[in-house]
């Protein structure tokens, strides 16, 4: 299904983070994991969020308004090891001045690698959002780069672990767009 979608303002400091009056799902994830690939590709627009082959680039929040009723958030990547320790502490600041102050925020994707599955990072993330209260739901991107048996493989490690953490999980690929319906309608549930 097409979607409409504009970008709407970017924030790189805690205090300049705008508000929007729409419910808010925002992707959160390593460097380079495809959270702008997978927000372009949920809503059919390939150059809304820049994608780049450089991990680290983007350091800002951005802000995209879906359909009229929705926004989503690209969030800048983490985990990038080349990044200067004060990036690190600025970034730390930031997204957790936007997670934790915001109100119509439903539920943060976090995306990870099928191939790796929750790194270190990633669990840090997950463990602040559930100590926040704030939704989360495990999407495991690049599904395309995986065999078929290494994939069967992939996702039923990845069901275990969401299982366990109490969370809902789902593979997808924005390569190939397999797994966009479904996480359509998850995200339909959470922020509706
Ligand atoms: N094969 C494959 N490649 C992907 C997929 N998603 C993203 N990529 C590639 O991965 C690289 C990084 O993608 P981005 O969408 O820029 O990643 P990001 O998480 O937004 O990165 P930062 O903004 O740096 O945090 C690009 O070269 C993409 O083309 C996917 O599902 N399959
Ligand atoms: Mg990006």
């Excluded at 705008?18 to 702008?36: D, L, T």
């Excluded at 078929?148 to 953490?165: P, W």
Aim: charged share 25%; net charge positive; glycine share 6%.
């Amino acid at each position: 299904m097409a979607h409409n979608a504009r970008f709407l303002a970017g924030a790189s400091q805690p205090a300049r983070i705008p508000a929007f009056p729409y419910p808010e799902v925002a992707f959160a994830g390593r460097s380079n994991v495809g959270k702008s690939s997978l927000l372009n590709r949920l809503v059919g627009q390939r150059r809304l969020a820049r994608v780049s082959k450089t991990p680290g680039r983007t350091q800002q929040i951005n802000f995209f308004l879906v359909d009229e009723r929705l926004t989503f958030v690209d969030l800048p990547g983490y985990g990038f090891a080349r990044v200067p320790l004060r990036v690190k502490d600025e970034w730390k600041r930031l997204v957790e001045a936007y997670l934790v102050e915001r109100r119509r925020l439903r539920a943060v994707i976090v995306l990870v690698d099928l191939r790796r599955l929750l790194e270190d990072d990633d669990a840090l993330l997950v463990d602040f959002l559930a100590a926040n209260h704030i939704p989360c739901l495990l999407v495991a991107t690049k599904a395309d780069k995986l065999a078929y048996g290494a994939r069967l493989q992939a996702v039923a490690a990845l069901d275990a672990l969401a299982s366990k953490r109490g969370f809902d999980a789902l593979a997808c690929s924005a390569e190939s767009g397999e797994g966009m319906d479904r996480l359509w309608k998850k995200i339909e549930a959470l922020s509706s």
